[in-house]
């Protein structure tokens, strides 16, 4: 989903995505209809400040109305936080449905699981722009090999620092975790007024790459046979390193074991910490706020010198739904929507990250501030587990419930992972 301003924050993601799934349901079976002309339906996102993105996507309908003598496209735009209720109506009832969909990367497995998605497994692959597709962009719309949608737009982390800060103290950019925890220390005994590394307790996207950088994991397996990876002795040491960080030399556990991403991210802009990890799509709130000419951004470090730690890709995708009777011509728009040109677009008027490697490095040559995002993103991101479970537990809050017991010192790492652990296999085999 939408991060920050462009993307739901992914705390209150987990929220739309506990509602957002429909119940499973046999009147979404696939339409046996491919009329060849008509009205096509098609449901985007609304966005703060949607002129842009609307003027984009007016141009790609234009242009595909011309290409289809008698084809009309009729384009709404739904609010984020009453989706899931449309969603679920849509999947329920064929009638009420669109052709084609927006919707956010963590949902494709449980709407692949409630029928709602058609699979273009053969059309993707036959979509000549579709090599250039990112990988784990791919994966996001990939479940048990089959493909159901095209890849929108992805965003991703990295480390906020400020450049006035640092310069003031003498501090060089941390090269590793072990560096980054050990400037994060210096800046709060130096600047007890401001957090050396702002936290977030119920930042899960914020502690993830702490986990992967180690060799953690999520989860292993695929399709309906995952299971939970967090318990690892990997896993373990990356959530020792990042729950190490909540305490009186770094980031208070009072103000800070409460705190999502947003509030990481807005800490930062005010001017109270020296660093944050921020998404791409945090940069407009940061150029808005105290620290505006004042900072800079480098890849998160993994525990190697010169490392990426890797982080999480999020971002939407767009499909077309199984109960479609336009199957050619929803399809097609779909690419058309997911284009080269169309996130070249949209990455010159929201800011959207394209989802193509070529489109991408093109961006980045255009916007500087873009070079660490895009970095990041070619030194290997993650992704959920793609399994419906994984609504469940996001909604669930168990991992933040996990890193805050080992911040209130209720549990150490070992028995709070293995709880976590516990809560999310349970989930997965709820999952069927």
């Not at 677009?345 to 959207?352: E, I, N, S, T």
Request: hydrophobic residues 40%.
């Amino acid at each position: 989903m939408k991060l920050s301003v462009r993307f739901v924050g992914l705390t209150a993601l987990a929220a739309l995505l506990a509602t957002a799934c429909a119940p499973q349901t046999s009147s979404n079976s696939s339409s046996d209809k491919d009329e060849k002309n008509g009205t096509l339906r098609v449901w985007l996102f609304q966005e703060v400040g949607n002129a842009p993105k609307q003027k984009v996507v007016d141009s790609v309908v234009a242009d595909f109305e011309k290409a289809h003598e008698g084809t009309e496209v009729h384009v709404e735009y739904i609010p984020i936080d009453t989706r899931a209720q449309r969603v679920k109506a849509a999947f329920n009832d064929p009638d009420s449905a669109p052709d084609v969909m927006e919707y956010g990367n963590t949902d494709t497995a449980g709407y692949v699981k409630d029928g709602g998605l058609l699979d273009v497994t053969k059309e993707f692959g036959d979509w000549s722009e579709a090599k250039d597709t990112d990988p784990t962009a791919k994966q996001s719309v990939t479940v048990d090999g089959k493909m159901y949608g095209a890849p929108f737009y992805v965003g991703v982390r990295a480390l906020y620092y400020r450049t006035d800060v640092f310069e003031e103290l003498g501090l060089a950019v941390p090269k590793t975790m072990a560096e980054l925890a050990g400037t994060a220390r210096k800046i709060r005994a130096a600047r007890p007024d401001l957090y050396g590394l702002v936290v977030g307790g119920a930042y899960t996207y914020g502690a993830m790459p702490f986990v992967w950088a180690n060799g953690g994991e999520l989860a292993n397996g695929k399709g309906g046979s995952y299971a939970s990876g967090i318990d690892s002795p990997e896993a373990q040491k990356g959530i020792e390193e990042y729950t190490a960080l909540f305490g009186d030399d770094n980031c208070p556990a009072a103000k800070c074991a409460g705190m999502g991403g947003n509030d990481t991210v807005s800490a930062f802009a005010a001017g109270k910490a020296g660093m944050a990890i921020g998404g791409d799509f945090s940069h407009t709130a940061v150029e808005a706020g105290k620290v505006k000419g004042k900072y800079a951004v480098v890849p998160l470090p993994g525990v190697k010198s010169g490392s990426i730690a890797p982080a999480f890709a999020g971002g939407n995708n767009v499909g077309v739904l199984k109960s479609t009777s336009h199957r050619t011509l929803a399809v097609e728009l779909m690419e058309r929507l997911a284009s080269k040109k169309t996130q070249a677009r949209l990455f010159d008027a929201m800011g959207f990250l394209p989802t193509f490697t070529d489109v991408r490095q093109q961006a980045a040559a255009k916007e500087p501030f873009v070079k660490p995002f895009v970095q990041t993103l070619s030194a290997g991101t993650k992704f959920v587990p793609a399994s419906p479970a994984w609504a469940q537990i996001d909604s669930s809050l168990v991992l933040p419930t996990m890193f805050q017991q080992i911040i209130s010192g209720k549990k150490g790492v070992p028995a709070a992972s293995e709880d976590a652990a516990k809560k999310m296999n349970t989930a997965f085999g709820s999952a069927g």
